[in-house]
């Protein structure tokens, strides 16, 4: 018998989750990544509009891992997205200047739509810039 789960990646634009999605997945993430429309954000050129999608395939698990579009003005999406999840891992940008407030607006929004999974926090891009203080 095969168990099926659906994890999220959360967090503002540019965090990462794409990123993430398609060096954990077994296949080719299907994306609905457009170009951004005021133009590349360094090396940044596209932005979710809707999801990424793909899969891992666990010992007879398979995990359905989606990335919620980190924009607000998308946000209807991440409510159809949460659905069912068993949980979210959030990533975020440790060096932006607004980590703290991207932080509690995201933990808030997540369970706000959902209050039941757990949520993890994860800080990429770590050789970039320094930890933040905890």
């Known amino acids: 018998m095969i168990n099926y789960h659906k994890l999220l ?3 503002p634009f540019g965090a990462g989750k794409t990123t993430a999605i398609r060096a954990i997945s077994n296949s080719a993430p299907i994306s609905t990544g457009t170009p951004i429309s005021t ?12 999801m ?7 010992e007879g698990t398979t995990v359905h891992v989606y990335g919620m579009p980190g924009q607000d003005r998308l946000a209807f999406m991440r409510g159809i997205l949460m659905e069912g999840a068993i949980g979210a891992i959030l990533l ?3 060096a932006q ?9 995201w933990l808030k929004s997540l369970a706000a739509l959902s209050p039941g999974p757990p949520i993890v926090i994860g800080l990429p891009k770590p050789n ?7």
């Open 97 to 105: 200047p607004s980590l703290n407030d991207d932080l509690q607006s």
């Open 9 to 11: 990646f959360a967090g």
């Open 39 to 50: 133009g590349p954000e360094g090396e940044k050129t596209t932005t979710t509009v809707a």
């Open 128 to 134: 970039l810039h320094p930890p933040p203080s905890l």
């Open 92 to 94: 975020l940008d440790a």
């Open 52 to 58: 990424d999608y793909s899969f891992i395939n666990m």
